[in-house]
């Protein structure tokens, strides 16, 4: 890493309630049909039945995400009208889908092509699920960091972010950037 280089962590505050309906729906709609072609191919090597169809698929998300209901005290049911239910099976790609959407612009899509419009100051950025690390490097300011977690936040989401840091607990490692 160039010298001055710096961690800094963010996490999504409630990701899971706060995901819009529509917008997580499209995002997760998307993203399975950007992924499509590659299931049919592993479902028909595997002799599995194929996927479903991407408006098929869409119906059925749909349907689960807007048809959650909880019981309280095994009395009263009420309906979940925002956000995905922590625990249910589609939750985790419901969520990592959306994000993806907000943050795809800023991680590689492989070791050769770059990040489409990632600052030049963001020498790394990761997210899992709602949890992001990154490295910056030296010319990156507090305004910088800022104004990329104002770019990827929307009127549901926002973050809690670390300082920049030589040091900083990440998914429960403690990660130290060592420059001797």
């Not at 800094?8 to 049909?33: F, H, K, Q």
């Not at 309906?79 to 985790?92: D, E, K, L, N």
Request: charge should be positive; hydrophobic fraction near 40%; proline fraction near 6%.
């Amino acid at each position: 890493l160039p010298e001055g280089s710096r961690l800094l962590t963010a996490d999504v505050n409630s990701l899971y309630p706060s995901i819009p309906w529509l917008e997580g729906i499209e995002a997760a709609t998307a993203y399975y049909a950007e992924h499509v072609k590659h299931l049919r191919k592993i479902h028909k090597e595997r002799k599995l039945l194929p996927p479903p169809s991407i408006q098929d698929f869409h119906d059925a998300l749909r349907t689960v995400v807007t048809r959650s209901y909880i019981t309280y005290k095994e009395r009263r049911f009420f309906r979940q009208i925002s956000g995905t239910s922590m625990g249910a099976c589609v939750s985790v790609y419901f969520a990592n889908a959306f994000m993806y959407k907000l943050t795809r612009h800023l991680i590689p899509r492989n070791s050769v092509t770059p990040a489409l419009r990632r600052p030049k100051w963001l020498l790394f950025f990761e997210r899992y699920i709602d949890d992001i690390v990154a490295i910056v490097d030296v010319s990156a300011s507090q305004r910088d960091v800022d104004e990329l977690f104002t770019d990827i936040s929307t009127r549901t989401i926002s973050y809690t972010v670390s300082e920049i840091a030589l040091t900083t607990p990440v998914l429960d490692v403690l990660v130290t950037i060592d420059s001797t």
